[in-house]
């Protein structure tokens, strides 16, 4: 029988977690019309959570985490996917509650997997859930009418995957874009993306959200929610959108409805986990295309997938910038 070399997350009695270097029997991957050798995974905050003691993500244990994989079919029962298919793959289960991106095999149903058409595996894993999300954010916002000419875009949590994403391809497509980050040294990082102006944290420290603020933005992109987003709400143009897809401050909202019954404000929730193969791959095929994030290069740093464990411990104190691409070909 084959064997599947595999990073393992197991939970022991007193609820702490391992996360180890194990060679499994194929028959460890769960069933699936597409069996995919994995070249490349990815570091996000889900696969942190998925390896931390009530972190909420995974549904079992024992489990190989990697919400994110690209790579090569190697075998397939399903007619659109064939042996040599350069794939992707992320979000539904995968790395949560069926094994993940972290070994050199996967086994998927056929409608979690997109086939690449222009893009590398590397490139694909590089983006990622995140550049996914940042491109579904963006389409949010444009969806809502909002033009260049509308004025600038907030983006928060800029230094993040999904933030430096947005950077990228909001600028390119001409957007002016405000980048937020309490990361001081990363003024240049995100100007080299295209940010037309850095600024820290919002709201500054001290000051007051109020229920509406001076209108200052067309749109905001906000992976951080708490008191950021709900700043980001009060200041917002007549007729703005905010497309929000993450929690890294806080689940909280501590806001009025006054922006949305005064100034007409739209809140736009984005998920990238359970939208439909349908639109994943159409979606997937505008990254190949108009939003290629045009600055993967300076965004994205590699890790091995033996040195994951340090880099998911990190990601949870925030001390991570851009997209780290797992590198698991050759990897173990």
Known sequence: MSTVNALVAH??????????????????????????????????????????????????????????????????????????????????????????????TARLPADYVVKLDTLTTAEAAAIGTAGFTAAMSVNAIRAHGIRPQDGPVLVTGATGGVGSISVDLLAGLGYEVVASTGKSEAHDYLMGLGAYRVIGRLPEEGEKIRPLGKSTWAAVLDSVGGD??????????????????????????????MPFILRGVTLAGIDSVLLPIGPRREIWGQLEGELKPGHLAEITHDVTVLDAPHTLRTIIGGGVTGRTRVVVHDGF
């Open 11 to 104: 939970q022991d009695d007193a609820g702490e977690i391992t996360l180890r270097h194990e060679v499994v029997d194929e028959s460890f991957l769960p069933e699936g019309d597409v069996t995919v050798k994995v070249e490349y995974s990815g570091i996000n905050y889900k696969d942190a959570l998925a390896v931390t003691p009530k972190g909420g993500v995974a549904r079992s244990y024992p489990l190989i985490p990697g919400i994110d994989l690209a790579g090569t079919v190697t075998a397939s029962s399903s007619p659109d996917f064939a042996v040599g298919d350069r794939v992707v793959a992320h979000g539904y289960d995968i790395g949560t509650g069926r094994h993940g991106g972290y070994a050199d």
């Open 228 to 257: 950021t987003l709900a700043y980001a709400l009060s200041t917002l143009n007549y007729g703005g959108v905010a497309a929000i897809s993450g929690l890294a401050r806080s689940a909280d909202l501590p806001t009025t409805v």
